[in-house]
């Protein structure tokens, strides 16, 4: 069964940092693009950052560069995302997702992903 686990998440106050870790089960994350995405209360969800099959492509929403990081360690079939400087409004549950590596997965599309973790709650406050 393909699976994704994400983990990490937890209470933060603003200004702190977490890294969320991205596990996949059943199958191996070499040839797939992983995405992270974020639901908040009563918003659509939306991407976060996304990172290729080998890690030498990254994107970043706007509202998370300079402050987020990507990476990815096949060898332990995991991604991370660190996130540093957290505010208020990053507050949400936290998904990655994983996409095939010939896949718009770089536009950060939903649709594009196939395969979800059950996600993670985020929450920033003081």
């Known amino acids: 069964q393909l699976q994704l686990v994400e983990s990490g998440g937890g209470l933060v106050q603003p200004g702190g940092s977490l890294r969320l870790s991205c596990a996949a089960s059943g199958f191996t994350l070499d040839y797939f693009a992983i995405g992270w995405f974020r639901q908040a209360p009563g918003k659509e969800r939306e991407g976060v950052s996304c990172i290729s099959s080998t890690g030498d492509v990254i994107n970043f929403a706007d509202s998370v560069k300079g402050r987020f990081t990507i990476s990815r360690d096949n060898a332990k079939n995991t991604v991370y995302l660190q996130m540093n400087s957290l505010l208020p409004e990053d507050t949400a549950v936290y998904y990655c997702?994983?996409?095939?590596?010939?896949?718009?997965?770089?536009?950060?599309?939903?649709?594009?992903?196939?395969?979800w973790g059950q996600g993670t709650q985020v929450t920033v406050s003081s």
């Open positions: 997702a994983a996409a095939s590596a010939t896949s718009n997965w770089y536009y950060l599309l939903s649709s594009e992903y196939a395969v």
